[in-house]
């Protein structure tokens, strides 16, 4: 992935115009739909030669077509030529993990004829962000939910678990349990730093807890779909958690010993990361740049 991802993860705001210059239009033609079967009816759908949005799992059964996450709108008709490849079933359910719109912008192009289900706080925050330069009103759910939501689809039963103030205040894990699979949205980007920013209702220490909370739920064969990056493991995960407590910790510290943001970017606090930071998302110093606003704020409230 590019570094131009943080562009897109970061903000919810940046929306693609009605009118495109050409040169965006030719950059949108290059992006590719890929594929992966997975385990039982589900398959893991990503963008490859460009970014169009974030990781989508599909279930596609005797049922229909349920999607977790959608992408941006701009790839919802290479999105339908895909699964139609492998089914001439209808796209019936969709599931939002999260508001942002690299996740479910392609809402807009399915809401005519699939049930689109979210968090609560994710049509609030939609209809907060609402306005007419960046219309979100096309992307709200038609059905929400406040704490949890299981959904019986093609021979499993599929649960959507809501963790609050995460990545945002709307995260959902959804969890496909006979497939011994779960799509976490943006509480996980593997192989690269996190964006976490409390305008959305994130928080970095809730997303830590949120996260060993699942690790401690999900049984240890269980796959994972991160927001961005490969399909990972529960180990994977584990040590993603691992990371961000460090960070956090070695950030915390630096701050309550006097340490300037930019001395601890001179020092290269986080430098046993910097692989992380070449993963396509945020740099280390970018990521450092996040904390250390993240903690300030905590510290002042």
Known sequence: MKR????????????????????????????????????????????????GGGNVTASIGEDGILLADDMYAMMSGKLKAALHNISDKPIRIILNSHFHGDHIQGNKEFQNSSIIIAHENVSKRLLLNNKPTAPTMGMMPFVTFRDSLTIH????????????????????????????????GDMFFFGMFPAVYTEGGGNIKQLIVSIEQILQRIPADVRVIPGHGEVATMHDLSEYVTMLKETVHIVETNMNNGKTLQQMQQEKVLSKYNALGDGGAQTTDQYLAMLYKLLSVEKKS
């Not at 903000?11 to 009605?18: D, H, K």
């Not at 009118?19 to 739909?33: L, R």
């Not at 039963?157 to 006979?178: C, E, L, R, V, W």
């Open 4 to 51: 131009s991802l943080l562009l897109f993860v970061c903000s919810f705001t940046i929306l693609l115009a009605q009118a495109k210059p050409v040169h965006a239009k030719n950059f949108e033609d290059s992006i590719s739909i890929r594929t992966t079967k997975l385990e039982g009816n589900l398959y893991f759908i990503d963008c490859v030669n460009g970014f």
């Open 153 to 184: 689809f093609n021979g499993e039963d599929i649960q959507m678990i809501h963790f609050p103030n995460s990545h945002t205040d709307g995260d959902a894990m959804i969890y496909f349990t006979k497939s011994k699979l779960i799509h976490l």
